[in-house]
């Protein structure tokens, strides 16, 4: 079975190029067969801070799941935040939020909980919309 490595909260926008640039060279050394990006790929959903994760996640040689998180989804411009938000995230990460990935004997199945908003006043809760909750059983 091939070795998966997870990593999550990259907040492009205000990650360390350093820090980053350590995390390639020990992604790609210790050679897993899946790195899984969970959520927060961004900082602030802008569309350089994207590019940039783009590049990063190009420069893994893996096979690679991505999924969005609340700060994936824009926070300034509040038009895309609720007519597309995660437009910028399949635009330059993945097409699908909800990836599949399978390889060998394994299967993947990344869930998206971010929300473009919520009724709570804290918007970083995420949940899945109640068709999601149909489909895993809650």
């Known amino acids: 079975m091939a070795m998966i490595a997870h990593i999550s ?3 492009f ?3 360390s190029e350093t820090a980053l640039g350590a995390l390639i060279g020990d992604l790609n050394d210790r050679r897993p067969g899946i ?3 969970t959520g927060d790929l961004t900082q602030s959903g802008r569309r350089c801070e994207f590019e ?3 590049d990063f996640l190009a420069a893994i040689t893996a096979d690679i799941l991505v999924i969005p998180g609340n700060h994936d989804v824009p926070v300034v411009n509040l038009w895309q935040r609720f007519m597309s938000p995660y437009g910028r995230f399949q635009r330059y990460i993945n097409v699908e939020s909800d990836p ?3 390889t060998g004997d394994i299967t ?3 869930l998206n909980s971010a ?3 919520a ?3 804290n918007w970083s809760y995420g949940r899945f919309s109640r068709e999601r909750s149909l489909v895993c059983g809650e």
Do not use: T
């Open 13 to 15: 926008g205000a990650a």
């Open 52 to 54: 940039a994760a783009s």
């Open 115 to 117: 929300r473009r908003a």
């Open 119 to 121: 009724l709570d006043l």
């Open 35 to 37: 790195v899984v990006v």
């Open 100 to 102: 599949v990935l399978g």
């Open 108 to 110: 993947i199945i990344g």
């Open 9 to 11: 909260d990259l907040h």
